[in-house]
Each structure stands twice: as C-alpha cells, then as structure tokens.
C-alpha cells in the first residue's frame, strides 16, 4: 500500500467493537509514521465484552472473576495501542466543534482532529414505558449484569429463608439477548435446586416478546428451535405481548398493538381477550433494544429520525467529509435486505475494517471502497454449552454451536487485544464460565 502523502490527526471517538478496531486496524495500515496521529477518547474504564454479560449476569464465582472474563482494563489498551502507536484519553466526549474541526472534552480542552470517528455505541431504549428505566435492570453494561447476579443470589438465599414464598423472574424482549439470558437463568435455577437452595416448583422465568416467535429477527427454524429448548429448561414464553407499565412489584403486560389488517384472533398471546394483566416480579430484566447514544446530538452530525448517524455505504457520514462512523450509532440501510444493518458486534467489526482502509485511501485522495453488506452469522447460545446457529447459510442447533462462537470470539481477541487480555478472556468461558452449566 502506498504511503500516504501527508500525516494527518485521527481522533477515534469511543473504543468499543468499533471504536479499538478502527483504531488497530489504522495503526496496522499506517505504522509509526512521523507526524501521522492517531487518539482514541473514551470515558470509561475497561472494553467491555457485552456478548458474555449473560454469563455475568448467571455467574457462579466471586465478582473479581466474573469481571476478568468480560472487561479489558483500558490501561492494558493503552499499552498495548501505545506500542502500535495510537494514544488514549481518558475523557468524556460533550461536543464536537467543527468551523474548528476539534473534539470538545469534558476537561474544557478542544482535541483537534483531520478525520473524526465516531464510534460511541447505544444505550438502552426503554420506549417511554411507564417506571421501565426506573424498575428494570437493562443487559447492557458490566454495573446492569453485576446487579442481576446479585439480585438473583439474593433472592434464593431470602427463599430459603423463607422470607419471600416465589421467586418470580420476568425478562422483557426474546432477541439474542433476552434468549440467552433466560436460558442462563434458567440453568442457574436449576443449579439452586440441585444445591437444595430452592425448591423446583419456587420459582418461575417468563420472557415477554412483542412478536409471534422468539428470535424474531432470524429464521424462522431458529426460533422453533429456540421455543423448544426454552420451554425444555422451564422458561414460559409470553409472545404477541408487552410490557405496558412497570412497577416496584409488579408488571402491567398487555396484548401487543395490532398491524394493519390484523385482529385480535390471529395474535398468539394467552391473554388477547383481556386488554392487560397484572403479574407480580422480583427481577425484571430488560432485554428489548437500544437507541442512539444520547451524545450524538451534541455532535453537530446528520442524524435520522432516531437519532443515530446516518453514514454512506463507505462509513462516512452523509455530506462531511472527514467524517466517519461505525457501530451501533449509525444508520446504514442494506439495499438487498431492505433493511436497516442490524446492532451486531460483527457488522460494527467489519465497519470499522472498512473505515480505517477509507481512511487512508482519503488521505492518498484514492476513491473510496463500499460497504459488502455480509453476511451475519448468528450463534446463540442457549445454556449447557447448547445453541443455535447460522453459519453461511447453514442453519445447526446443539453443543456445536458453542466452540464455534468461541472461535469467532477468540479470533477477536487475537486481532485486536494485547495477548495477555486476550488470553484472560479466553480463559473465561473454558473455566469461569464453564462452572455456570455443571
């Protein structure tokens, strides 16, 4: 590849999927290059491995192990990205200047830049429903799973003490996330019960989805699959439902709104003849989707509807050049899938691949390369080292499913990780995690 004619300042907002892997993938196409810069900005203190907060969230060990197996402190990152030449600030990102084109931080300082990535992820979208964001705990960060595994260590210790007389566990949303988690959960119980903690008929998981089948958004033999091995290890399904309110104690659920040219009768929800009812919980998890950071309206950027960035199919953002984004925050609709890209730590990988390669083709004043939309494989895992998955079309469920989605995720680490991090995640599904299914 040629050397780019002139050095130029990369600042990196974020250091997510996205984020560390634009910024590894830059460091590795432009070396250590006199004057050329590259900084990444993130405000927090570790990269988190979210795809493994389940198994957080479920976790049998002390808090310190459960926290190693998902979350790379960021001082390992910085020297591990200092090596390869990249910088790191430890700031909170308020703003963006761009008559000026710099950063503004949280310290008061403006971190000027010649090409900006925006990398910031998502938070989780309660919908405007009523006590949600004050009563549930989202799947989203390492704070939410340490909480849930809290919650549900001290729930069977009051059970068995008699101090409550029902553990009563409601998870709202069956995507990938709300699939693997009551799974876990479920087997979590199930190790309560074999501990005699708990009696097999003292607790109950139910898992609410606003559509007919779980794994909504995959094939349809996946969701079968998906019922079956849910129903198997206890877990109710509440499909066609929502959640319409959420209280300290209890839950209003309700028949979810109908589509166009839809009745009542062709809903598969078990209550559709009432119009709500109220269910009393002890935990509930919210598992039901994400928004845009926040921060992104302060950043001066095109936003869509939602309030994610909308990007061309070459990562840079529509109408400013210099500017790119990456990740859960952007926009991309697939022409061929007629769909928006779906939120995928994959999809966020392979953007960032493409954002650091059109990086420096810009700076070589190269014509840029477009977005291949590929194929995202799906693998979840649904407890016991069991799954389901989809790999180049091929659709398979049982234990094979786990060693291939620890390989994608080793392959991960490996790239962009210093090996030592690397090696402690790795680790942790063959040990930490592990003991979640004996």
Same mark, same amino acid.
């Given at each position: ?7 130029? @300042? ?39 491995? @979210? ?14 192990? #459960? ?74 960060? #390492? ?11 001290? #729930? ?277 995690? @592990?003991?979640?299914?004996?």
């Amino acid at each position: 590849m040629a050397t780019p004619q002139r050095c130029e @300042r990369i600042v990196i907002l974020g250091a997510g999927f996205g984020g560390l892997t634009t910024a590894v993938q830059l460091a590795k196409r432009l070396g250590k290059r006199e004057g050329c810069e590259i900084v990444v900005v993130d405000k927090c203190t570790h990269h988190l491995y @979210r795809p493994w907060l389940y198994e957080v969230a479920t976790g049998n060990a002390p808090e310190e192990r #459960l926290k190693s197996g998902v979350a790379t402190p960021y001082e390992d990152l910085r020297t591990h990205l200092s090596g390869l030449g990249v910088k790191v600030e430890y700031q909170e990102v308020i703003g963006v200047d761009w008559e000026t084109k710099s950063v503004k931080l949280c310290d008061d300082r403006g971190l000027p830049f010649d090409h900006l990535v925006v990398a910031l992820g998502a938070s989780p979208d309660f919908y405007g429903i009523e006590g949600l964001e004050q009563h549930a705990v989202p799947m989203y960060s #390492l704070q939410n799973a340490l909480v849930v595994q809290r919650k549900l260590v001290h #729930l069977v210790e009051q059970k068995r003490r008699n101090e409550i007389p029902f553990i009563r566990i409601l998870i709202g949303g069956a995507g990938p996330t709300g699939v693997e988690f009551a799974c876990e959960a479920a087997q979590f119980m199930k190790t309560q019960v074999r501990k005699k903690m708990l009696g097999a008929s003292e607790y109950s998981i139910e898992l609410v989805e606003a559509s007919p089948r779980p794994l909504q958004a995959l094939h349809p033999q996946l969701s079968a699959w998906a019922k079956t091995r849910l129903e198997k290890l206890g877990v109710k399904l509440l499909l066609d439902a929502c959640i319409k309110g959420a209280h300290k104690d209890h839950v209003v659920l309700a028949p979810r709104p109908l589509k166009p040219g839809e009745t009542m009768d062709m809903l598969v929800c078990d209550f559709k003849n009432e119009n709500q009812k109220e269910v009393t919980t002890d935990l509930l998890v919210w598992c039901g989707g994400f928004r845009a950071n926040p921060i992104m309206k302060n950043l001066g950027v095109t936003l869509n509807e939602r309030g994610k960035i909308e990007v061309d199919d070459t990562m840079q953002v529509r109408n400013m050049p210099g500017a790119w984004a990456v990740g859960d925050c952007i926009a991309l609709f697939d022409p061929s899938a007629k769909r928006p890209v779906p939120q995928l730590a994959q999809g966020a990988i392979h953007q960032a691949e493409l954002a650091a390669e059109n990086i420096v083709r810009a700076m070589r004043k190269d014509p840029l390369a477009r977005y291949g939309f590929p194929a995202m494989h799906a693998l979840v895992p649904m407890g016991g080292a069991w799954g389901v998955g989809e790999v180049f079309g091929i659709r398979f469920k049982g234990v094979w499913v786990w060693p291939v989605r620890l390989a994608a995720d080793i392959r991960y680490f490996l790239r962009t990780l210093p090996l030592r991090s690397a090696w402690k995640l790795i680790r942790a599904p063959l040990t930490v995690f @592990r003991r979640n299914n004996l």
